[in-house]
Antibody, heavy 123, light 110 residues
Framework: QLQESGPGLVKPSETLSLTCSVS??????????WGWIRQPPGKGLEWIGN???????YYNPSLKSRVTISVDTSKSQFSLKLNSVTAADTAVYYC?????????????????WGQGTLVTVSS | QSALTQPPSASGSPGQSVTISCTGT?????????VSWYQQHPGKAPKIIIY???KRPSGVPDRFSGSKSGNTASLSVSGLQAEDEANYYC??????????FGGGTKLTVL
């Protein structure tokens, strides 16, 4: 299971911080990356980035300058920081498990998702 | 990278079949066999229904199928049921560990 947590309201120009807690399995399992995806109200999904338990990260080029994803294996958590937020960053933020590679085969899809958490950017 | 192009809406009557397209480029859909499809009901998280273009995870009905031709991937739903009414999204690997998402298609069961 994956569960997002963090403030539901962030002021413009500040930093959005969210944490995803992973339970029912190890975050250090090799076939998986861990990802963040967001969805503005009434709109489609947008990939933010993925992280491997070793700390390797991949970011959406359009958000890369403002995003940091980190992992804490001791707590089975990974986190998202998005700085200099504006109203355009208002969205439901999902964390998800990315099935990457296993036993000689690439998979590359999100197999488990958290329930999502709404973050509103407003003063 | 640019988003994948999906039709905003699709519809069909119960029992009919419907196909949703997902068009990209040779750098994403056309260049890799890692297109996945997700079903999202209102207020819920997306759920995987197709991966690697045409493979179904266990538990997904065989009414759902996927295919690809050139730079366009397709999701087909046969024997439409009321519970299939949802939003559907495609995602493609785009090389260099980048991912690109489709804009989503709202499927209405008439």
């Amino acid at each position: 299971q994956l569960q997002e947590s963090g403030p539901g309201l962030v002021k413009p120009s500040e930093t959005l911080s969210l944490t995803c807690s992973v339970s029912g399995g190890s975050i250090s399992t090799s076939p998986y990356y861990w990802g963040w995806i967001r969805q503005p109200p009434g709109k489609g999904l947008e990939w933010i980035g993925n992280i491997y338990y070793s700390g390797i990260t991949y970011y959406n080029p359009s958000l890369k300058s403002r995003v940091t994803i980190s992992v804490d294996t001791s707590k089975s958590q990974f986190s998202l920081k998005l700085n200099s937020v504006t109203a355009a960053d208002t969205a439901v933020y999902y964390c998800a498990r990315y099935y990457y590679y296993d036993s000689g085969t690439y998979y590359r899809y999100f197999d488990y998702w958290g329930q999502g958490t709404l973050v509103t950017v407003s003063s | 990278q640019s988003a994948l192009t999906q039709p905003p809406s699709a519809s069909g009557s119960p029992g009919q079949s419907v196909t949703i397209s997902c068009t990209g480029t040779s750098s994403d859909v056309g260049g890799h066999n890692y297109v996945s499809w997700y079903q999202q009901h209102p207020g819920k998280a997306p759920k995987i229904i197709i991966y690697s273009v045409s493979k179904r995870p266990s538990g997904v009905p065989d009414r759902f199928s996927g295919s690809k031709s050139g730079n366009t991937a397709s999701l087909s739903v046969s024997g439409l049921q009321a519970e299939d009414e949802a939003n559907y999204y495609c995602i493609s690997y785009a090389g260099g560990s980048n991912l690109v998402f489709g804009g989503g298609t709202k499927l209405t069961v008439l």
